[in-house]
């Protein structure tokens, strides 16, 4: 499709040199520019289809970047990027050195804040709404937040903040994109919004208000029935009641709705709640009919979709996890499965079909996850948390409180451990091993292969406390699990490579302690130097002896992790160490210390010396005399 007009778009400013009838054409060459694009490098898909119209209006009727417009989560601002000045560097979207599929305010002065786990947006607008109070500056702020991400508490603690603050300058836009508006709703929707956001109705409103305010009764009485007859076509009681004007719910994808609403609202002052209702995939067939397909997809044909690879690719772990849940509930019915809204991405949908009724998805809602698998653990029952890695962060207080200090019996499979690729420092599982270690009663358990995650999911499962295991994104080696549910012993690692030198006896040589995936490189470096390989399983209770004989029998160590080197695995052998009073040189490899970009995961792993090659040329570069 050509895109003679969007060519013309380099920024806001030329967006708003168009007529308005001009801005339906310009939506369908935005949507399919997005669609192009996201086709060619992988990306967020439906969610950006779905967002083009709002972006459009939003930067046509508010100055940005002076206004400031907050996008939650921000995996829907493929549009916004395009608008201002990102057109050309959509072609190297979450690559190594290309632009961000988030907001970051590093990258553009149109990006406010950053933003890439839900929930935040409406704190952050509220934050710089004050700030320009304070400043008496004359500025509008916008939060665009989806409608999953709504289920989270710090947004209703963003709203209960921001509906006492009745000068300041605050606009949320609920992005509905569950539920759709027939077009007789969507007409009466149009007139209610538009009457309800003018001046008319506002002035009606302050001036009933202080006539009434005098005869108490009446007021009140008033009130009542204004609520309720906008409760009849609107949920508008709710949102009144925290404070904000509330407006809505309007068709998003109607420009010629959107754009008279967004101007009113644009004069009014304090606290307001616009509802706009849009449809994830809008425009392209396919996304519209599986949005949850085409939600993340890589690249494709949009001629022909998303096509299923000619040979089956190797199980995920993410597969292996829902393959292992799915047999223990099997065989123990007091398993109970809970996800916060990430069914798909944790692997849960056949657990979902075939125990619903132990199968908990309890929203964008971290923190309550983790305290509901504490309440359900103090009856009796073992709930098993599937959550990300870097969304477990979000429950942190939770994890220690409600559940480490009580030692309850909870399993917590933490998903995208370690680098994500393209999503970036965002959604990078970088820090569960160093904040989880620290807790009293934790388990710590780094599965090395596929085989070995579905052990100590099973261990750890067993083991009647808290308990985490951790696995990354994607596939391992391809190392098939077996089908029944043993364990192995808690806390014991196993020496996967005996050194030449070490088995000639005395001390020589290098011992490489390996804990996660990263053994399976460290088993290549080990072969070329001829060092010792030991997968240590566990982080916490972590093989004191072992750690203790490998000193004893090899000149130097080297522990090698996908996590944060500093207070991670690494740190944790050195304390083993100074607590039994050995001295021997130990070089830790890892993640260091500074945020990992976006890029291709092998690649990012090379270049932090974390392949088999790099783990080689630092140990040959440190102990150039230990080994072969």
């Not at 939506?27 to 992988?42: K, N």
């Not at 392209?284 to 040979?311: C, R």
């Not at 010792?532 to 130097?556: C, N, Q, S, W």
Request: aromatic share 6%.
């Amino acid at each position: 499709m050509p895109t003679d007009m969007l060519d013309r778009i380099e920024s806001p400013a030329d967006l708003k040199k168009l007529d308005r009838c001009q801005l339906s054409a310009l939506a369908d060459e935005l949507r399919a520019f997005v669609l192009e694009s996201v086709s060619r490098t992988g990306g967020h898909l439906s969610s950006n289809l779905g967002t083009v119209e709002l972006t459009l209006a939003l930067h046509y009727v508010f100055d940005t970047p002076d206004d400031r417009i907050v996008w939650d989560v921000g995996h829907q601002t493929y549009p916004h990027k395009i608008l201002t000045g990102r057109r050309a560097g959509m072609a190297t979207l979450r690559q190594q050195g290309g632009i961000s599929g988030f907001p970051r305010r590093s990258e553009s002065d149109y990006d406010a804040f950053g933003t890439a786990h839900s929930s935040t947006s409406i704190s952050a607008a509220l934050g710089m709404a004050a700030a320009a109070r304070y400043a008496g500056i004359d500025r509008r702020h916008i939060a665009v937040i989806g409608d999953g991400a709504m289920s989270a508490g710090m947004a209703f603690e963003a709203l209960n903040n921001g509906g006492v603050m009745p000068d300041v300058d605050l606009l949320v836009i609920l992005n509905d994109n569950d539920m759709s508006i027939s077009p007789p709703v969507g007409a009466l929707n149009r007139y209610l919004a538009r009457l309800m956001s003018g001046k008319f109705y506002a002035a009606a409103r302050n001036v009933g208000k202080a006539v009434l305010s005098h005869v108490p009764p009446v007021f009140e009485l008033a009130r009542r029935i204004e609520e309720h007859a906008k409760g009849m076509v609107t949920p508008a009681t709710m949102f009144e009641e925290l404070g904000f004007n509330y407006v809505g719910p309007i068709d998003g994808h109607d420009l010629d709705s959107l754009i008279p609403t967004l101007q009113n609202m644009r004069k009014l002052s304090g606290p307001r709640f616009l509802h706009v209702v849009t449809r994830k995939g809008q425009g392209y067939k396919l996304a519209e009919a599986d949005p949850v397909l085409y939600h993340g997809p890589g690249k494709f044909d949009p001629a022909v979709g998303i096509s299923k690879p000619s040979t089956p690719p190797r199980k995920t772990f993410t597969q292996v996890f829902g393959d292992w849940l799915c047999d223990m509930a099997a065989e123990d019915t007091r398993l109970i499965g809970i996800t916060p809204a990430m069914r798909e991405g944790s692997g849960l949908v056949e657990f979902e079909r075939r125990f619903p009724e132990r199968y908990f998805d309890v929203g964008i809602a971290e923190q309550h996850a983790v305290t509901f698998a504490g309440g359900l653990a103090c009856e009796g029952l073992k709930p098993v948390v599937a959550i990300y890695s870097t969304f477990l962060q979000r429950g942190y207080d939770q994890l220690i409180h409600d559940v480490a200090l009580q030692d309850l019996d909870v399993t917590f499979a933490l998903d995208r451990a370690g680098l994500v690729g393209a999503d970036g420092a965002t959604h990078a599982g970088n820090y569960d091993i160093a904040f989880v270690r620290c807790i009293p009663n934790m388990v710590v358990a780094t599965p090395s292969d596929e085989a070995e995650c579905r052990l100590l999911l099973s261990t750890c499962y067993r083991h009647p406390g808290p308990a985490t295991v951790r696995y990354p994104r994607g596939a391992g080696r391809g190392a098939a699990p077996a089908a029944n549910l043993d364990t192995v012993p808690l806390g014991k690692g196993v020496v996967r490579r005996e050194s030449g030198r070490a088995q000639s006896g005395g001390q020589a040589g290098v011992a490489i302690l390996a804990f996660g995936t990263l053994a399976v490189p460290a088993l290549q470096a080990g072969l070329a130097l001829d060092a010792t390989v030991a997968d240590m399983r566990f982080v916490k209770p972590i093989d004191r002896e072992l750690i203790l004989d490998l000193a004893a029998r090899h000149a130097a160590l080297v522990t090698v992790e996908e996590g944060s080197i500093m207070g991670g695995a690494g740190s944790a052998v050195c304390e083993v160490l100074n607590e039994a009073g050995v001295t021997v040189p130990v070089m830790q490899l890892g993640l260091p210390d500074r945020f990992i970009d976006h890029g291709d995961q092998a690649a990012l792993l090379a270049g932090l010396g974390l392949d088999a090659a790099g783990i080689e040329a630092s140990v040959r570069g440190r102990f150039p005399d230990q080994v072969s």
